[in-house]
C-alpha cells in the first residue's frame, strides 16, 4: 500500500464534518497511471480537507470485493470498479448505500449514479496502434483489428467479456443500436476468428499500457487514459474514438467497510465538480458531472479530446450497465470456458 497524508485547510474544509487525523480510509483502484491521477486529483484533496490519512490498495474487479464482503473481513473503505461491476455489486447487495445529502449528484446524468455507487469518470476502450508501424494507413475500425491480412501485426485484448464481446458485434458489422441485448452465438463466433491471433489477453490497466509502450503489441483495445498517458511519455501511439466503448467507473462503499462514515464524508469531495475537474488534467478520461466543464479548470484542447465529450460520444457505443447487471455470471461462464479452448 501507497500513503496519503495532507493536513494543510483549504476550502474543502466545507465537506469536513467529524473526521479526524486519527482516521484513516483505504481506497482501492486499478493501479498505475489511472490511480496516480486519482491521488493527485482525488485523495489528496480529501485528504487534506478532511485531515485524514488515506492508504491505497489495487484489486482487478468485483471479485475481491465479493470475497471480503462474504468473509465479513472487508479491509477496504472506498473502491473504484467499473461500471458492470458496480451495477452487479448493488444487485448483489454487498455495497453500502451512498448518502446522498452528503454526496451531490448535480450534473451527473441519471445513468451514471445509483442508490450504492456514483461514476466518477467517463472513459472509453479503444482501438490504439503503433504510428511508426502503420504510418498514414493506420487501423480505424474493429473490423480493421480482425484484418489480419492488410493490418498485421501483434494484437491484444482483455481477457473479459465485458466490453470485448461488444467490440467483436462491432467487427461483425453489428450497428450500433443493436448491440443490446448481446447476440452471444454471433459474439463468440466472431471471437473466435481472432483468437489466434492475439498474442497477449490483458488483464489490467496498466500491463495493457506497458504492452504498448514496450512494443510487444502493434494494436490494442485499451483504455484511452493509459494510452494518452504512454504518447505523453513518447511512444510512437494513437488511437480512435470511432467504435469506442464508453464505460464509467464508479467509486462505492463496501458492505462492512470499516470507516464508512469517513469514507462517505471523503465520496462527497471525490464528486464534487471541482475534484472531478481536475482529472482532465493528469488523465484523460471525462468528468460524470456537467458543471466541472463549467469551471474553467478544463480547457477547450482537453475538452476536444475528452471521452465524454459530446462530439466524441457521438462516435461510440455506450455501455448498457443493465444487461451486464443481469447477464455477466453466465456469460463470464462461457468466457472463461472460450479463453482456455
Not at 196 to 202: A, C, F, L, M, T
Not at 209 to 219: F, K, N, S
Request: aromatic share 10%; net charge negative.
Amino acid at each position: 500500500m501507497t500513503r496519503t497524508k495532507l493536513v494543510a485547510t483549504t476550502a474543502l474544509t466545507l465537506f469536513a464534518t467529524s473526521a479526524s487525523a486519527q482516521d484513516t480510509i483505504t481506497f482501492t483502484s486499478f493501479g498505475g497511471a489511472f490511480q496516480e491521477a486519482q491521488r493527485k486529483a482525488l485523495l489528496d484533496p480529501a485528504a487534506e480537507a478532511l485531515n485524514i490519512t488515506i492508504l491505497e490498495d489495487t484489486l482487478t474487479g468485483i471479485a475481491e470485493v465479493r470475497a471480503q464482503v462474504l468473509a465479513g473481513a472487508v479491509t477496504w473503505d472506498i473502491v473504484d470498479l467499473g461500471l458492470a461491476d458496480c451495477a452487479a455489486a448493488q444487485a448483489e447487495g454487498i455495497l453500502e448505500p451512498l448518502d446522498y445529502s452528503q454526496i451531490s449528484v448535480e450534473g451527473f446524468e441519471e445513468a451514471a449514479y445509483s442508490d450504492a455507487w456514483a461514476g466518477i469518470i467517463y472513459f472509453s476502450t479503444v482501438l490504439a496502434f503503433d504510428t511508426d508501424l502503420f504510418g498514414d494507413n493506420p487501423p480505424q475500425s474493429w473490423a480493421d483489428f480482425w484484418d489480419v491480412e492488410n493490418f498485421p501485426g501483434a494484437r491484444s485484448l482483455r481477457n473479459n467479456p465485458v466490453g470485448t464481446l461488444e467490440i467483436a458485434l462491432l467487427a461483425d458489422g453489428v450497428p450500433v443500436d443493436e448491440i443490446y441485448p448481446l447476440d452471444l452465438d454471433r459474439a463468440f463466433a466472431k471471437m473466435a476468428e481472432i483468437q489466434p491471433h492475439i498474442d497477449v489477453w490483458w488483464t489490467s490497466g496498466a500491463q495493457s499500457a506497458q504492452l504498448i509502450a514496450d512494443g510487444e503489441v502493434d494494436m490494442i483495445a485499451i483504455w484511452n487514459g493509459r494510452l494518452d498517458a504512454v504518447v505523453a511519455d513518447g511512444i510512437a501511439a494513437d488511437y480512435t474514438y470511432n467504435q469506442g466503448i464508453a464505460q464509467l467507473d464508479c467509486l462505492a462503499i463496501p458492505r462492512g467497510a470499516p470507516n464508512k462514515d469517513v469514507a462517505m464524508q471523503a465520496l462527497a469531495i471525490m464528486l464534487a465538480p471541482e475534484q472531478q475537474a481536475q482529472m482532465p488534467q493528469y488523465i484523460n478520461y471525462g468528468p460524470t458531472t456537467s458543471l466541472a466543464f463549467d469551471l474553467g479548470i478544463i480547457t477547450d484542447e482537453q475538452t476536444a479530446i475528452s471521452p465524454s465529450a459530446p462530439e466524441n460520444l457521438a462516435n461510440q457505443l455506450i455501455m448498457n450497465a443493465d444487461y451486464w447487471a443481469e447477464n455477466r455470471q453466465a456469460v463470464q461462464e462461457r468466457w472463461d470456458a472460450f479463453i482456455t479452448q
